[in-house]
């Protein structure tokens, strides 16, 4: 697949610019290990431009005010990206290493397709409403409820789902009538560069609306960015231990934060499941993008009536899953993004053997792939609920089966965890399927295979999985402030 239309400027007040050092750094292929082209480096110089160039903005044009606009400067980025889909995927697959099949979905063309669910919400929403008349010390008033963007908001992605997590903070964020800073990650600059692009050849977006900031080290030029008081929200999505960093520098000056964070959801396989339907989903789902999705269930708990049979026909499943070159439509699977996050994984695997588990599937680095950032499909069986690779955030394709006795401990098992984002629950009864998947806390639950992603649907964490949802009705109250107006009768 050929790379062309790279865009390796970032987006600062309207202008395609270099980094004011005219720095810049490598982007690498994870499937290849080559390095496939370049970005500007960002200084915290460029981002402190980036933060005057949104405030100004905000404080300064009708932006916040016209709706109409807005609407038409996203619908027209959404017609942009729709016509450069083909420029943009072979850059998606080549910088993120994720497999082509999921480019044709959640990677890029369902988010750029749902866009027109956060521009049409934007456009249905009651911005006001009016309260009944009240009477307090004698003075009867009437009120207005008023809901107004936050202001100008820093968003953060990682590089995971990197375009669809770019589109889903930048739309709302925008269709509410805030102002962007965007800061991508580092190893995935290009499924924000090429937005930026777009935005700034194919839109009306006034100049400082929409900024992308690249930078190859994201403590320095992050920090400017989460600690400015010209600020007013942070939206992140990424790890536990940043989502917290962030969390404390905001608070100097009482930011929004809103975080979307780790996750080791468990699915539970209940003894009256449909088995085939069930075991096959958790493989598919643990080696999709390589286990590189923070709502995977990645523990596995199984009833110890079934125990040994549903191991088997999980190791038989996991031994037959295609992975490999990401641009090959048949693989489930491509490699990890970087070097770091593959001897990460590795390490989970030895920690995971060194602390009883038993190893069934994988284990290490595949033979036949002598190139490229790859861990193999990996199963562990008798997994300790309380083990490291059962608590942990791995990230990679590494699935913990741990068995259990019956419901109320296969509860208790789930949520055993300081992550509560995602979770899965398969029975032959839809009652009590349902039943469990009320009580395990998550914001998200899949009920015998079924699909809770959309544009529609909130999507966010309990616990240290995240504050706030992204996606749906309450994703885009998140870039909302809320005032209360009164006035006489
Ligand atoms: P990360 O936390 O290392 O980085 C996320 C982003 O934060 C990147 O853009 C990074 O450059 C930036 N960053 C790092 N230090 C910063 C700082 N000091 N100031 C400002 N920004 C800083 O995460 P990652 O490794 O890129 O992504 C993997 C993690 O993301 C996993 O933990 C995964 O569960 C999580 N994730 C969560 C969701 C969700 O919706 N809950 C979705 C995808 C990924």
Redesign the pocket.
């Known amino acids: 697949m050929s790379l062309t239309g790279i865009e390796e400027r970032m987006l600062i007040d309207g202008q395609l610019v270099k980094a004011s050092s005219g720095r810049l750094y490598d982007n690498i292929n994870p499937a290849t290990e080559e390095v496939i082209g370049q970005v500007a480096d960002a200084s915290p110089g460029d981002m402190d431009r980036a933060i005057a160039a949104a405030r100004r903005a905000f404080d300064e044009t009708s932006w916040s005010t016209d709706l109409a606009f807005r609407k038409k400067c996203l619908e027209q980025l959404q017609t942009a990206l729709a016509a450069e889909r083909e420029t943009l995927r072979p850059q998606i697959i080549a910088e993120v290493g994720a497999p082509l099949a999921l480019t044709y979905a959640v990677q890029q063309d369902t988010c750029i397709n749902d866009m027109s669910w956060d521009i049409g919400v934007a456009a249905d929403f009651e911005w006001e409403r009016d309260l009944p008349v009240s009477d307090f010390f004698g003075i009867k008033s009437r009120k207005k409820v008023v809901h107004e963007p936050v202001g100008v908001v820093a968003a953060?992605?990682?590089?995971?789902?990197p375009f669809m997590?770019n589109v889903s903070k930048i739309v709302p964020a925008l269709m509410a009538g805030n102002t962007v800073v965007l800061?991508?990650?580092?190893?995935t600059p290009w499924s924000a560069t090429f937005i930026g692009k777009l935005a700034a050849e194919k839109t009306d977006l006034p100049p400082g609306v929409l900024n992308i900031v690249t930078?190859q080290h994201?403590?320095e030029?992050?920090?400017v960015?989460?600690g400015d008081p010209r600020v007013d929200m942070v939206s992140?999505?990424?790890?536990?231990?940043?989502?917290k960093?962030?969390a404390r520098?905001g608070a100097d000056t009482v930011k929004r934060i809103f975080l979307?964070?780790?996750?080791k959801s468990a699915s539970i396989v209940l003894d009256d499941a449909d088995l085939g339907a069930a075991l096959a989903g958790a493989v598919m789902g643990v080696c999709t993008h390589a286990g590189?999705?923070?709502?995977i269930p990645t523990r596995l708990l199984l009833p110890r009536s079934r125990y040994a049979e549903c191991l088997e026909i999980l190791a038989d499943s996991m031994r037959k899953t295609k992975y490999g070159d990401p641009t090959n439509i048949e693989n489930l699977m491509g490699p990890l993004v970087n070097a770091r996050?593959r001897e990460r994984v590795l390490g989970y695997i030895e920690k995971g053997k060194a602390e009883g588990a038993r190893l069934l599937v994988g284990g290490g680095r595949p033979k036949h792939l002598e190139k490229g950032y790859f861990v193999e499909p990996t199963l562990f069986a008798d997994v300790d609920p309380h083990a490291t690779i059962a608590q942990e955030?791995i990230?990679g394709p590494v699935l913990a089966v741990i068995p259990f006795e019956d419901d109320d401990d296969a509860v208790r098992i789930a949520n055993d965890s300081r992550y509560g984002?995602s979770g899965a629950v398969s029975s032959g009864s839809l009652d009590r399927a349902m039943a469990v998947a009320r009580r395990i806390r998550t914001g998200t639950m899949s009920v015998n295979g079924g699909m809770w992603f959309g544009a529609d649907t909130p999507?966010?964490?309990y616990k240290e999985?995240?504050i706030g949802r992204?996606h749906g009705l309450e994703g885009f109250r998140e870039y909302l402030q809320t005032k209360a107006i009164a006035y006489p009768v």
């Open positions: 953060i992605t990682p590089w995971n789902f997590l800061k991508p990650a580092p190893d930078a994201p403590a030029v992050g920090d960015l989460t992140f999505t990424g790890s536990t231990a940043v989502g960093h962030i520098r979307e964070l780790g996750g590189q999705g923070c709502a996050q955030e990230f984002l999507f966010g964490g999985s995240g992204e």
